[in-house]
């Protein structure tokens, strides 16, 4: 069964920096996009950071644009965040998700089109 676990979450204060990872198993993760989504309680998903097959192309949402940053190492078959000058309101579950490379980075960052999802882990920024 394929499977991304996601790492790296935790506590961390305003203003700090975490870097999350997120490695596939059980399929070919050389042909898919892979983005980043997260989901603050009582908020909907939001996709924040994707990344094509071959790692040309990114995409960021607003909220996260000259913060974040996503890269991936297909040797590794892992995808990481890299987030920085963190803010209270970037406290939520992050998750991470794969769509075939067909699908705009775009479309898959804007719709949460994708086809398989890991569990999540939680980033608290608080002081």
């Known amino acids: 069964q394929e499977q991304l676990v996601e790492s790296g979450g935790g506590l961390v204060q305003p203003g700090g920096s975490l870097r999350l990872s997120c490695t596939a198993s059980?399929?070919?993760?050389?042909?898919?996009?892979i983005g980043w989504f997260r989901q603050a309680p009582g908020k909907e998903r939001e996709g924040i950071a994707c990344?094509?097959?071959?790692?040309?192309?990114?995409y960021y949402s607003d909220s996260v644009k000259g913060r974040f940053t996503i890269s991936r190492d297909n040797a590794k078959i892992t995808v990481y965040l890299q987030m920085n000058s963190l803010k209270p309101e970037d406290t939520a579950v992050y998750y991470c998700?794969?769509?075939?490379?067909?699908?705009?980075?775009?479309?898959?960052?804007?719709?949460?089109?994708?086809?398989?999802w890991g569990q999540g882990t939680q980033v608290t920024v608080s002081s």
């Open positions: 998700a794969v769509a075939p490379r067909i699908t705009t980075i775009q479309h898959m960052c804007v719709t949460g089109d994708a086809e398989y």
């Open positions: 990344i094509s097959d071959t790692g040309g192309s990114t």
């Open positions: 059980r399929f070919s993760f050389y042909y898919y996009n």
